[in-house]
């Protein structure tokens, strides 16, 4: 019973490939983001989706573009990846995207990038 | 935007002592703030919230304080046990920013035996 998951768990590949993670999330919640941790663990919110719609769209390299087909999903495509894109992304929903909801994390795809 | 610092970024402390973390945030039109913790290798989970409406929340060994004069906010931990040893992230959202979390950079709690 996962109520955000996230696909894959792990992602290695070479720079210059373009790759996707997935996440879905069965809370039935309006609300999805993406966050990037870094290799210091600093958290950094990256989008975020309210009902299919782009609410959140921080100063993030065009290389990424995150995709909701439908509000119980959010996919993020990283295109040319580069050596810094390596980091453990996390997807997260809440029920609204007010400031008092709690975000429900994602276990985190680790992307190592060679 | 808002900016949020936090201290320490490492603190050891031995079962059964207590725990502080300290947060500031720059924008006073900041009205929500969580406190996450993540173990090693795991997601981060909400442990406790306040609002900027509150001073103060407890919740069994862990109360968050808010000084709205400040602009600081800091999370305390009583009686520390092994389990407790994980990274605790505070932050903090701005009214009308969509539910945007701006979080702290983190500190490391290991509590030895």
């Not at chain 1, 429900?104 to 992307?111: A, I, M, N, S, Y």
């Not at chain 2, 300290?22 to 090693?40: G, I, M, R, V």
């Amino acid at each position: 019973d996962t109520a955000v998951s996230q696909t894959p768990k792990y992602l290695v590949t070479q720079m210059g490939n373009d790759k996707s993670i997935k996440c879905e999330q069965n809370l039935g919640h309006d609300t999805m983001y993406w966050y990037k941790q870094d290799s210091k663990k600093f958290l950094k919110i990256m989008f975020s989706y309210n009902n299919k719609e782009l609410i959140i769209n921080e100063t993030v390299p065009n290389r990424f573009s995150p995709k909701s087909p439908d509000k119980a999903h959010l996919n993020l495509h990283i295109n040319s990846l580069e050596l810094g894109d390596s980091a453990v992304y996390f997807c997260a929903s809440s029920p609204r995207h007010s400031s008092y909801n709690e975000q429900f994390f994602g276990p985190g795809t680790r992307l190592t990038v060679l | 935007g808002e900016n949020v610092e936090q201290h320490p970024s490492t603190l050891s402390v031995q079962e059964g002592d207590s725990a502080v973390i300290k947060c500031t945030y720059s924008d006073s039109a900041s009205n929500y703030f969580p406190w996450y913790k993540q173990e090693l290798g795991k997601r981060p989970q909400l442990i406790i919230d306040i609002r900027s409406n509150v001073g103060e929340k407890k919740d069994q060994r862990i109360a968050v304080t808010l000084n709205k004069t400040a602009k600081h906010f800091s999370l305390h931990i009583t009686e520390t046990q092994p389990e407790d040893s994980a990274v605790y992230f505070c932050a903090a959202t701005l009214r009308d920013s969509w539910g945007k979390l701006q979080f702290g950079a983190g500190t490391q709690v290991v509590v030895t035996p």
